[in-house]
């Protein structure tokens, strides 16, 4: 399936909905957009919603740490949401789950 990418920038915010899948193919593109976003001065919260993300592997988990070190560094804070099943049984297997500020839905 293509890589579905979809940003929305809201003054000091940024929401990124991700749709797809996010593999050593499609990965590069994901990095770079979310890369982006972190290294803009004026952004203090990233948002990624992962609902319709059907496939990833270790390389997008590697994103995943990278830009959240990165926001960490930066003082920015990231999260992601709306998992999909699968997307959140890998954050669960890989341990993920634990280091990543992670939101069910958009209203918690």
């Known amino acids: 399936m293509d890589l579905l990418i979809k940003t929305t920038s809201l003054e000091t915010e940024h929401r ?8 050593a193919f499609t990965a590069p593109k994901v990095k770079e ?15 990624v919603d992962l609902e319709a993300v059907e496939y990833m592997d270790s390389t997008g988990i590697g994103i995943f740490i990278g ?4 926001c960490i560094q930066r003082n920015c804070t990231f999260e992601v949401h709306k998992l999909s099943p699968r997307v959140e049984r890998l954050f669960r297997i890989t341990g993920l789950y634990d280091h990543i500020a992670i939101r069910k839905g958009e209203s918690e």
Request: hydrophobic content about 45%; overall charge negative; aromatic content about 0%.
């Open 67 to 70: 830009i959240m070190k990165e």
């Open 16 to 23: 990124v909905v991700l749709g797809g899948d996010i593999d």
């Open 33 to 47: 957009t979310l890369m982006s976003l972190v290294t803009k001065p004026d952004i203090n919260h990233i948002t």
